[in-house]
């Protein structure tokens, strides 16, 4: 069974700063990595979606990768804005299945 | 995401009741999850489904059950809930293996 891991739990930042956020996963077998954003109350916005064969995605401010070989995906956030304050979550499709991370709640102090 | 749309938003029930939760899109995917989020254990998957006439157990289906009656419409049903259902519920869609598109949720509580 994939395990999906996100370190740290919480993170505050001030504005402007550039972060990375962090993401691993055990079974290598991934078919793609997806990270998404939580807002209080709602739902999941997709943010980028890395298929298997890819290394990165990019998107506005946002560059995530993936190494399949070290089990780790990272999300970079350029500019960190008050707006980006929310919880990020990572999740692996292996086989037909995604396995989501328990996420990093973001917090940006303007 | 308004074209993913989740009914009720709330629901209190007690337990040994039946509850279905109700699922419809607007986005024409053929691709339909059911999910639970809990607190500490982040978004597991309960049922998945790739089309009208095909149903897949995810991780924890068990004390859950499963309808796709068109291709727009994906309910989940709790034959008889128990309180460690408790959770918040979500609804997603994708076409083929593009990204997941969720709906607000559905915060159900089991007494």
């Known amino acids: 069974k994939q395990e999906v891991t996100q370190i740290p739990a919480a993170l505050s930042v001030p504005e402007g700063e550039n972060l990375v956020l962090n993401c691993s996963f055990t079974?290598?077998?991934?078919?793609?990595l997806q990270w998404f954003r939580q807002d209080p109350g709602k739902g999941l916005t997709s943010l980028l979606l890395?298929?298997?064969?890819?290394r990165e995605q990019t998107s506005g401010r946002l560059n995530a990768s993936l190494d399949k070989s070290s089990g780790r995906s990272t999300l970079y956030i350029a500019a960190s804005q008050p707006g980006d304050s929310a919880t990020y979550l990572c999740?692996?499709?292996?086989?037909?299945?995604?396995?989501f991370g328990t996420g990093t709640s973001l917090t940006v102090i303007p | 995401d308004a074209d993913v749309t989740q009914t009720p938003r709330n629901r209190i029930t007690k337990t040994g009741k039946r509850i279905m939760l109700e699922c419809s899109q607007t986005k024409g995917h053929d691709r339909m999850y059911w999910y639970r989020q809990d607190p500490g254990l982040g978004l597991r998957l309960i049922y998945y489904?790739?089309?009208?006439?095909?149903?897949n157990k995810g991780e924890i289906s068990d004390g859950y059950s499963v309808s796709r009656q068109a291709q727009a419409k994906f309910s989940l049903s709790l034959e008889s809930a128990i309180p460690n259902q408790t959770a918040l519920y979500f609804c997603a869609t994708s076409q083929s293996n593009q990204p997941q598109h969720f709906g607000d949720g559905t915060r159900l509580s089991i007494l």
């Open positions: 890395i298929q298997s064969s890819q």
């Open positions: 999740a692996g499709v292996t086989g037909n299945q995604f396995y």
């Open positions: 079974d290598s077998a991934i078919y793609n």
């Open positions: 489904s790739f089309d009208v006439k095909d149903i």
